[in-house]
C-alpha cells in the first residue's frame, strides 16, 4: 500500500491511525499542500485524486480517495482491530460521531477556504483565525454533548477501543490546539482526545513523527 | 420510524430518497431551519439533535444523525434495494463520491455558514452567492472527474441502480440549479441527476413533495 499524505492534513492523520491500528506496512508519499503552486495541483497527482485533496491510498492498483471512505475500505478489508462496533445502532452513532468532525468542522477550516476567506474576500488573520475558532469550538461543543449525554462513551468515544470516531476526533482537537481554540467547556472531548493521543498507533500517526514533518 | 426534516435541507432530501427506495413508511417531523429562532434551536430538538442539524431519525427508540450514517444504518438494518456496492473497493467508490458532495461541497454552504459570512464577516449578498457557487461548481467538476474517469459509471454513479452516490447527488444539483451555478463542464453529472430525478423514490423524496414545502 502508498499513502499520499501531508503531514499536518489532519485527514491524513485519521487514515495514518488506522493504518497503525490494524499494523498494515505502507510506502510513504509527501504531497505538500504549501510549496508554491501546491504539490496538489500537479497533473500526475491530480490524476489520483480528482479533488486534489491528501490522502490517496493505493491498493491493489486502485486510488482511493475520501479519508472516511479509505478507512471503512481498510475496516472491510482487513477487520482486525475493528473500527467500528457490530451493531448498526452503534455503529450509526460512532459514525454519526465521525461525521458530526468530517462534515462540520473540518471542511471549514480547510486551507483552500481559509484562502479563499483571504483572497477574494479580504478577510484577515484576525477574522480568519476568528473563522477557525468558531466552527472548531461550536462543532466540538456538539460533539461533547454528544459524548457526555451516552452511557456507550466511555475511555475511548465509543466503549474502550478506538473506533472510527476516535481517528476523527485526535486530529481535530491537535488542530484545535494549534489554533488556540479554547476547550475548557468540552473535558470529556480532552479526556478522550488525549487518552487515545498517548495509545502507541496514535503517536506513531503524529504529524511530527512523519517524513515530511517541518 | 420518525424523521425531522426540513423540506429544503438537502441532508435531509438524501435520507428521504433513502426511505422512498427502501419502501420503508414514517412520520414526517417538520423542523423549520429559518423561523425566527430557528425551530432547531428548541431544546426539545437539542436534545435529539446535540448539534441542532436536520434531519434527525428515530427508530426503535433511537435518535440517529448525520445523514450518511442514516443511510448507512438503513442500508444494514433493510438491505434490500443495497444502497452500496458488495465490494470493498467499489463501496469505497461509492462513498468516495458522497463524501465529495458530503463534506467538500454542502458543509460550505450551509444556513449557518452563510449566516456567519454574513454577519459578523460582513459579506454582502453577491459576495455570499459567488461563495456558493465556487464550492458548488468546484466540487461538482472534481465530481464529474470522477465520474468520466471510471468505467463503473453508468446510468448511475455507480452501475445502473441508485446508490449512496445518487442519493448525494441528487440534492446537491438541485441546490446548484435554484442558486444557478454553471453545470455546462460537467455532463456527467447533468446526465445521471436528471435519470435519477426522474425515478419514482427521488421524485417522492423531492422538496416540493414534502408537507412543509413552501
Given at each position: 500500500?502508498?499513502?499520499?499524505?501531508?503531514?499536518?492534513?489532519?485527514?491524513?492523520?485519521?487514515?495514518?491511525?488506522?493504518?497503525?491500528?490494524?499494523?498494515?506496512?505502507?510506502?510513504?508519499?509527501?504531497?505538500?499542500?504549501?510549496?508554491?503552486?501546491?504539490?496538489?495541483?500537479?497533473?500526475?497527482?491530480?490524476?489520483?485524486?480528482?479533488?486534489?485533496l491528501v490522502p490517496v491510498l493505493e491498493d491493489e492498483g486502485q486510488a482511493l480517495t475520501q479519508?472516511?471512505?479509505?478507512?471503512?475500505?481498510?475496516?472491510?478489508?482487513?477487520?482486525?482491530?475493528?473500527?467500528?462496533?457490530?451493531?448498526?445502532?452503534?455503529?450509526?452513532?460512532?459514525r454519526a460521531l465521525a461525521l458530526t468532525i468530517?462534515?462540520?468542522?473540518?471542511?471549514?477550516?480547510?486551507?483552500?477556504?481559509?484562502?479563499?476567506?483571504?483572497?477574494?474576500?479580504?478577510?484577515?488573520?484576525?477574522?480568519?483565525?476568528?473563522?477557525?475558532?468558531?466552527?472548531?469550538?461550536?462543532?466540538?461543543?456538539?460533539?461533547?454533548?454528544?459524548?457526555?449525554?451516552?452511557?456507550?462513551?466511555?475511555?475511548?468515544?465509543?466503549?474502550?477501543?478506538?473506533?472510527?470516531?476516535?481517528?476523527?476526533?485526535?486530529?481535530?482537537?491537535?488542530?484545535?490546539?494549534?489554533?488556540?481554540?479554547?476547550?475548557?467547556?468540552?473535558?470529556?472531548?480532552?479526556?478522550?482526545?488525549?487518552?487515545?493521543?498517548?495509545?502507541?498507533?496514535?503517536?506513531?500517526?503524529?504529524?511530527?513523527?512523519?517524513?515530511?514533518?517541518?
Amino acid at each position: 500500500m502508498r499513502l499520499y499524505s501531508y503531514f499536518r492534513s489532519s485527514a491524513s492523520y485519521r487514515v495514518r491511525i488506522a493504518l497503525a491500528l490494524k499494523g498494515l506496512p505502507y510506502e510513504y508519499r509527501a504531497v505538500h499542500l504549501l510549496k508554491e503552486g501546491g504539490q496538489q495541483m500537479q497533473p500526475d497527482f491530480r490524476q489520483l485524486s480528482p479533488d486534489a485533496l491528501v490522502p490517496v491510498l493505493e491498493d491493489e492498483g486502485q486510488a482511493l480517495t475520501q479519508s472516511l471512505a479509505i478507512i471503512e475500505y481498510l475496516d472491510e478489508t482487513h477487520p482486525q482491530p475493528a473500527l467500528l462496533p457490530a451493531e448498526p445502532a452503534e455503529r450509526a452513532r460512532v459514525r454519526a460521531l465521525a461525521l458530526t468532525i468530517a462534515c462540520d468542522i473540518h471542511p471549514l477550516n480547510n486551507l483552500r477556504v481559509l484562502k479563499y476567506l483571504k483572497n477574494p474576500l479580504g478577510i484577515d488573520q484576525q477574522g480568519r483565525d476568528d473563522w477557525y475558532r468558531h466552527w472548531v469550538e461550536s462543532g466540538l461543543a456538539a460533539f461533547e454533548r454528544m459524548l457526555a449525554g451516552s452511557p456507550r462513551t466511555g475511555q475511548c468515544c465509543h466503549g474502550d477501543q478506538p473506533t472510527l470516531a476516535d481517528l476523527c476526533l485526535v486530529p481535530q482537537v491537535y488542530n484545535a490546539r494549534r489554533l488556540k481554540a479554547d476547550l475548557d467547556a468540552m473535558p470529556t472531548v480532552v479526556r478522550i482526545a488525549d487518552h487515545c493521543a498517548a495509545l502507541p498507533a496514535f503517536e506513531a500517526a503524529h504529524p511530527d513523527r512523519q517524513p515530511d514533518a517541518e
